[in-house]
């Protein structure tokens, strides 16, 4: 059972929430979104809140998961999404072509990633910056330019997130050393 569910979501200002039968439509600065809810899951709006509630008992697995795509929705309209990846490596480089990142990697080939719709590439120096208003979209680009040269852990060459850490393994020197 859902603990976060229970708290009402706060609605910021300018944005619009329409709940109609089995959807709710969000719109705000910078852009909209349509979330589809679970037949069993009901959404009231009092003043500037949203309650989500769920008809059964049943149904208390897709309660929290109801809750938290409508918190991305009003955040995402509002401020937006952004995930930052770091790229490592000589000779690797990004740029982006129009709705595309052209990625160079050491492979034979460019590599070029189309950007979903809503979702928006920028690289600064050896930072690539994906964002957009649809947290879902701007995750699942990101992860597929990491999933293009995964960061290795000798030399720390390939993509990666800028919050995460890459465990580096000594190599055969140090292990012949000992």
Not at 46 to 54: F, I, K
Not at 99 to 104: D, F, R, S, T
Not at 159 to 177: C, D, F, L, N, T
Request: hydrophobic content about 40%; proline content about 4%; overall charge positive.
């Amino acid at each position: 059972m859902s603990r976060l569910a229970r708290k009402p979501l706060e609605i910021p200002e300018n944005v619009e929430v329409q709940v109609t039968d089995g959807t709710v439509l969000v719109k705000g600065p910078k852009g909209e979104l349509k979330v589809v809810l679970a037949p069993a899951v009901t959404v009231k709006r009092e003043e500037n809140e949203l309650l989500v509630s769920v008809s059964s008992d049943e149904e208390h697995a897709v309660w929290g998961t109801m809750w938290s795509l409508l918190r991305n929705a009003l955040i995402g309209v509002s401020k937006g999404f952004e995930r930052k990846l770091e790229i490592n490596g000589v000779g690797y480089r990004a740029q982006v072509q129009g709705k595309k990142i052209v990625l160079n990697l050491g492979f034979s080939h460019p590599v070029e990633i189309e950007a979903l719709e809503g979702v928006e590439f920028k690289v600064e120096d050896n930072i690539i910056v994906v964002s957009g208003i649809d947290k879902e979209k701007v995750g699942r680009l990101a992860a597929k330019i990491r999933a293009q040269k995964k960061p290795e852990p000798y030399k720390g060459k390939g993509i990666k997130y800028i919050e995460e850490h890459v465990r580096r393994k000594a190599g055969k020197k140090a292990a012949a050393a000992e």
